[in-house]
């Protein structure tokens, strides 16, 4: 299984970007799939997920702010990152969790600057 995620770069706050976070399997094989963000010297930590059935769910620090999304047909999910803030610069991983096993594709680096 791979992920392969892409779309991070720089922009000014309250700017926007996409994540895009692309499998290798159909991503019904997984019982959730995630993006999760570590900024320098901070813990990775989840920034918003969704179910096989898909149920969302985002951290608090990004509600309204952070849409995640899947294209079934393309094996696809997306973090459309509205609103970005300073501290939201960070390394942006996707993940596929399959049960016993767990997934991680190379993190995407988002910078905002102020």
């Known amino acids: 299984v791979q992920l392969q995620a892409s779309g991070g770069g720089f922009v000014q706050a309250g700017g926007s970007l996409r994540l895009s976070c692309a499998t290798s399997?159909?991503?019904?094989?997984?019982?959730?799939m995630g993006w999760y963000r570590q900024a320098p010297g901070k813990q990775r930590e989840l920034v918003a997920s969704?179910?096989?059935?898909?149920?969302?769910n985002a951290a608090d620090s990004v509600k309204g702010r952070f849409i995640f999304s899947r294209d079934n047909a393309k094996n696809t999910v997306y973090l459309q990152l509205n609103s970005l803030k300073v501290e939201d610069t960070a390394v942006y991983f996707c993940?596929?969790?399959?049960?016993?096993?767990?997934?991680w594709g190379q993190g995407t680096q988002v910078t905002v600057s102020s």
């Open positions: 399997v159909n991503i019904f094989s997984f019982n959730v």
């Open positions: 969704i179910t096989r059935s898909g149920r969302t």
């Open positions: 993940n596929a969790d399959a049960g016993k096993d767990n997934y």
